[in-house]
Nanobody, 122 residues
Framework: QVQLVESGGGLVQAGGSLRLSCAAS????????MGWYRQAPGKQREWVAV???????TYVDSVKGRFTVSRDNAQNTVYLQMNSLKPEDTGVYYC????????????????WGQGTQVTVSS
């Protein structure tokens, strides 16, 4: 059974920083990509950042230059360093593990964490 557990959310003033962490646990052989989505109040969930197994990164335009995604493959952990936070960054941030295989010969599956709240005050 694979689980993703996020941590690091909280309340911060505009211009401040937060660092989110997400650890995947259970039987894991490989993970193709890990990343973050977020959902603001009254809005649909949107993709924020992704990092591949060979450290390729992609970001939504609204966070480029402010957020940095990284991962520790040995620990099956992904991080999101968020700087220069804005009130519009407020939302629940969800960790994502895509193309996860529990064993080498098993099918790839996608998993989500339960989410962590990030609130940026103006």
């Amino acid at each position: 059974q694979v689980q993703l557990v996020e941590s690091g959310g909280g309340l911060v003033q505009a211009g401040g920083s937060l660092r989110l962490s997400c650890a995947a646990s259970g039987t894991i052989f490989s993970i193709d990509a890990m990343g973050w989505y977020r959902q603001a109040p009254g809005k649909q969930r949107e993709w924020v950042a992704v990092i591949t197994s060979n450290d390729g990164t992609t970001y939504v335009d609204s966070v480029k230059g402010r957020f940095t995604v990284s991962r520790d493959n040995a620990q099956n952990t992904v991080y999101l360093q968020m700087n220069s936070l804005k009130p519009e960054d407020t939302g629940v941030y969800y960790c994502y593990a895509g193309g996860l295989r529990s064993r080498w010969n098993e099918r790839r599956m996608n998993y989500w964490g339960q989410g962590t709240q990030v609130t940026v005050s103006s």
